[in-house]
């Protein structure tokens, strides 16, 4: 069997890695890029000796991203990985600096120093979201919902209702803390996957409580290498990389696909086609049975990558500025669509703890400030300006230190090929989760697939690599079906 993945994003790569070990199937597999490097959105931004990743920065979920990489047949000890303790600094503008950390008895003193009385509030959430998280890992995470009767089963309904996911992720944390802070503390990290604190379900409150179970990880060398890694792999096993290859179009008949069309080349013959991209993105490949819905997209980003002369080694290498007016500002990203002027943001120092990443005595620093799409920043000079400012009251003299940067906007991700530009896919809101995301064979060919961040289980590398798994895991059900059919 001759299979076509289209894009070599993350789960592009997980699939052709999971259909290629141990010799579980018959297929010869071709991988078609546009760029000049496989890794999507997993890629490095690359000048004059400096080197800083230019999309996901924070490892979550290790030991999910372990289990994946090892069930694909990856030598994990290729992944120098250090632990991140304190996880980060929130900085808010009166000068306060709350730190969060994966130890229990640390977290609980920097609580009771800052927000004395939520102690009890912090145990009981802890406890409660432990037990959401292993349950809501097997009832979503672990499950493909082609059938949607798999997702409204009398079990699954139950744990929805126990879970409170119809609720937001910034109500859920009003059960457990009084604090306006601590209840933006733990539920900004919906912006993680480019989603509304106020409007994202209640189930992805699975994100902060790992961070504090499983701790927040760095790649040596930035997280891009894990990208490197899999695409040695894949040449080692002889799957065929086309690199600035792109596709044009999908050749079908009736409901089956028959072939792909290269941009710049000819018609290729294939037995089974996999997408990997952002869903609504990729109905310009085909010329009948596009997706019939619409589609909410994610927040985008404003990144700012600089080279600093010099190195800043007693910050954190994880931290967040937080904003007195960060409920405004999600309001306007997610709700009015427009550049909010006092705007929170994240600001990552690979540099602090990887010297492989600057000349000797250099630096890198990389800036994300959540922004709106489809909307164009006329004042962009300006509006880098206040955020490096705003830096500036904790990393001292920073303009005058900064050698290189640049700045990449939502217009600059649309034109990539990014869906309206934003940063994660679709948005993971109340009507684009779990089954009501699109799923694994959203088109209406019976060998057409697809997988990626606007594909169930949703964004983020480790939740992209396990949708990767159980595509794998029912192509391989299916091809085992029909051979046992026609032995």
Not at 279 to 305: A, N, Q, V, W
Request: glycine content about 8%; aromatic content about 10%.
């Amino acid at each position: 069997m001759k299979t076509a993945i289209i894009g070599g994003g993350i789960g592009g790569m997980m699939t052709a890695l999971n259909l290629t070990k141990e010799d579980l199937t018959t297929r010869t597999i071709t991988i078609y890029e546009k760029d000049e490097r496989l890794g999507g959105r997993l890629r490095y931004k690359e000048r004059d000796g400096y080197k800083v990743d230019e999309g996901p920065t924070i490892v979550l979920l290790p030991n999910l991203l372990i289990s994946l990489l090892e069930s694909a047949g990856i030598d994990c000890e290729q992944l120098d990985m250090l632990r991140c303790d304190p996880l980060y600094a929130l900085h808010y503008e009166d000068g306060q600096t709350f730190y969060k950390w994966s130890d229990e008895q640390l977290q609980m003193e920097e609580i009771k120093r800052h927000y004395p009385g939520e102690e009890e509030g912090y145990k009981k959430y802890m406890t409660v979201m432990k037990e959401n998280f292993n349950s809501g890992k097997e009832a979503f995470l672990d499950q493909a919902f082609v059938d949607r009767k798999q997702f409204f089963t009398l079990e699954n309904t139950r744990k929805l209702l126990k879970m409170h996911v119809y609720e937001s992720m910034n109500k859920t944390t009003s059960r457990y803390f009084k604090s306006k802070r601590l209840q933006e503390a733990f539920s900004f990290q919906s912006l993680y996957i480019g989603g509304n604190p106020k409007a994202t379900p209640a189930l992805y409150s699975l994100i902060p409580y790992s961070e504090h179970a499983d701790g927040i990880w760095y790649v040596r060398g930035g997280y891009a290498k894990l990208a490197q890694i899999l695409q040695q792999e894949l040449e080692r096993r002889g799957v065929t990389i086309k690199l600035k290859t792109a596709v044009k179009e999908v050749i079908t008949e009736g409901n089956v696909a028959t072939g792909i069309v290269e941009e710049h080349g000819g018609l290729q013959h294939f037995d089974e086609v996999i997408v990997n991209g952002d869903l609504p993105m990729m109905d310009r490949l085909f010329t009948t049975h596009k997706t019939k819905r619409t589609y909410e997209p994610s927040s985008g980003c404003l990144l700012i990558y600089a080279g600093v002369d010099g190195a800043y080694d007693e910050q954190n290498i994880h931290q967040f500025f937080m904003s007195n007016e960060h409920e405004q500002h999600m309001n306007d990203v997610f709700k009015e669509k427009k550049w909010h002027n006092n705007p929170s943001f994240y600001l990552f120092n690979p540099s602090m703890i990887d010297d492989t990443l600057a000349p000797a005595g250099k630096s890198v620093l990389y800036f994300l400030v959540p922004a709106p799409v489809n909307e164009t920043l006329d004042n962009e000079a300006e509006y880098v300006e206040r955020v490096l400012q705003r830096a500036e009251q904790q990393y001292e003299g920073l303009r005058e230190r900064i050698e290189w940067f640049e700045v990449k906007t939502p217009q600059d991700a649309a034109l990539e090929g990014l869906f309206a530009g934003g940063s994660f896919g679709i948005a993971p809101s109340y009507k684009q989760s779990g089954v009501f995301r699109p799923q694994f064979q959203p088109y209406a060919y019976k060998n057409v697939y697809a997988v990626g961040a606007s594909i169930h289980p949703g964004g983020g590398i480790p939740i992209v690599m396990q949708g990767a798994q159980l595509l794998v895991d029912h192509l391989l059900t299916k091809e085992m079906k029909e051979r046992r059919s026609h032995a």
